[in-house]
């Protein structure tokens, strides 16, 4: 097992090169590992083992053989197990915020004060959705069932490593499904801390499966699997349309959270003083790697010098520096190949002649190695720019300018994309009026702060289906009707 008694975070050999199947840690079938970089240093710091289609099948199966004992336990039994990992995830949260910083540079107040909570939040969101869900109502001599999909297969990405493993499998082992776990090879080490816990608050062997390995031979294999009756995808585009493609001939259900390129439409009486500076923090939190980023601050024309001087005021004071130091606002992009997808991104806004306001490429002063990015906003950014169009993934903000408000809602849905937005406004029915107008599955008012039942979710391209709260919940559910039930 990995250590936890101490607050320093040491990878177990032991369980980085197993899996978590069927209630143990279990070697692969074919020994092979990945390397795990710590992207301030560029040093490997860990192995995974690497799995195949064979650890799949393993992981299936125990999954298979749990899910009729589990789907038939009482909703208190599970809500009691959902209690204890809630617990542990508390009692251990700085050796996971340590895990998180290591595996993939995120500053560690970041890591304790955002990645961690809100993990444990979304676990917290389940157990008490338990206790008054109800799984069947009666209409008109009607029953209609909620029950567990069954096995899902759950993929998620590195920037938000262990927020993203418990929005899914919290709601799906509430809802009385089993699960294949496979988390990015990117960043797998908090999801093997987050496999003992689960072992640890005595889930029952087989509910919860961990199968380390890359997205084009575990993911995919999962993806295609003919026992695995759902899949939900947190990722980029490319393996959401992948996924789908993989998983049609078994018709199995498909939930995919992919990219994003929000907006944020401040109108005209906003508070800029206040707005633009939240805005740009908003957007670089997580150095920019957060799916539903606000990357397009949409501003008046006629306030545009005021706020280019807030937004390059605001990103210049961020500190950039060692994921370890505490005052670290920004640590290292999180791997090498995300680094220079955001370089080249830097480089084509420059290319496209954008405004560069402050930042630019290259590595962030004062450091010769590590992955640190120097934050970079742009102005007079046409939307029609590659900037404003491909998500980017990094502290990279396009300022862009409306003449009127229509022109600015136009700018706003003006994406293949529609995962969250912003809207800042103090007369907050011409906000709302505006939100109604954005095509996004998230609009968020004013900066409020994070709502766990709120559903979260894309329009367009950014998936289908919810994650979060009731909604999310219910996506691991069918729904059985039966007729002449009776009252
Ligand atoms: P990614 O697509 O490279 O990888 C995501 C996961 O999918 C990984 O576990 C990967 O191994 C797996 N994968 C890759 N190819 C696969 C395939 N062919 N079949 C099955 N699985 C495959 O994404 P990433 O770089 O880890 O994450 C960044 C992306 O995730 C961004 O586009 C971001 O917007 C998106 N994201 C979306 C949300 C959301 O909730 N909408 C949240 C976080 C991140």
Request: hydrophobic fraction near 45%; charge should be negative; include cysteine.
């Amino acid at each position: 097992m990995t250590t936890h008694s101490s607050n320093s975070y040491s990878v177990d050999p032991h369980t980085a090169h197993q899996f978590y199947i069927n209630g143990r840690w279990t070697s692969p079938a074919i020994p092979a590992t990945l390397p795990v970089v710590n992207p301030a240093t560029e040093a490997v710091v860990a192995q995974v083992a690497r799995g195949t289609a064979e650890d799949v099948d393993r992981a299936v199966a125990a999954a298979r053989g749990a899910l009729a004992g589990w789907s038939a336990t009482p909703a208190e039994t599970r809500a009691q197990v959902l209690g204890k990992i809630h617990e542990l995830i508390l009692e251990r949260k700085e050796q996971l915020a340590q895990a998180l910083s290591l595996e993939m540079g995120t500053a560690i107040g970041f890591a304790r004060a955002m990645q961690v909570p809100l993990a444990a939040e979304h676990v917290r969101v389940a157990r008490d959705l338990l206790s008054s869900y109800r799984f069947q109502t009666v209409e008109g001599g009607t029953a209609i069932e909620r029950e567990a999909i069954g096995v899902c297969g759950l993929i998620t990405p590195w920037n938000w490593p262990l927020y993203q493993i418990t929005a899914k499998v919290a709601p799906a082992i509430a809802a009385g499904c089993t699960v294949v776990l496979k988390p990015s090879e990117l960043s797998p080490l908090s999801a093997l801390l987050f496999a003992q816990l689960v072992h640890d608050a005595g889930l029952p062997p087989g509910v919860f499966n961990l199968v380390n390995g890359s997205g084009a031979e575990v993911g995919a294999t999962m993806a295609a699997h003919a026992d695995i009756d759902m899949i939900s995808i947190t990722g980029s585009n490319r393996a959401g349309a992948l996924v789908a493609q993989a998983a049609a001939p078994t018709v199995k259900r498909v939930t995919q959270e992919l990219g994003g390129k929000s907006p944020n439409v401040l109108l005209p009486d906003a508070d800029f003083a206040k707005a633009v500076p939240l805005g740009v923090m908003s957007a670089f939190r997580n150095v920019g790697q957060s799916c539903s980023a606000p990357t397009r601050m949409i501003v008046p024309r006629s306030r545009l010098a005021e706020v280019e001087a807030l937004a390059a005021a605001t990103a210049n004071a961020l500190i950039v520096g060692d994921p370890q130091s505490e005052d670290t606002q920004l640590g290292p992009i999180a791997n090498e190949a995300q680094f220079h997808r955001v370089q080249a991104m830097i480089q084509a806004g420059l290319d496209e002649g954008a405004k560069l306001l402050c930042g630019g490429p290259g590595r962030a002063a004062g450091f010769d190695k590590g992955f640190y990015t120097r934050p970079t906003v742009f102005s007079d950014v046409d939307n029609a720019m590659r900037i404003a169009q491909e998500e980017i993934f990094g502290p990279v903000l396009c300022i862009i300018a409306y003449e009127t408000v229509d022109e600015a809602v136009a700018i706003a849905n003006d994406t293949v994309y529609g995962l969250g937005a912003h809207v800042q406004g103090q007369d907050l029915d011409v906000a709302r009026a505006v939100a109604s107008r954005i095509r996004a599955g998230q609009v968020h008012l004013n900066h409020p702060a994070w709502n766990p039942m709120a559903p979260f979710g894309g329009y367009k391209r950014s998936g289908n289906g919810r994650e979060y709260g009731v909604q999310g919940f219910e996506e691991y559910l069918e729904t059985k009707a039966i007729i002449g039930f009776g009252e």
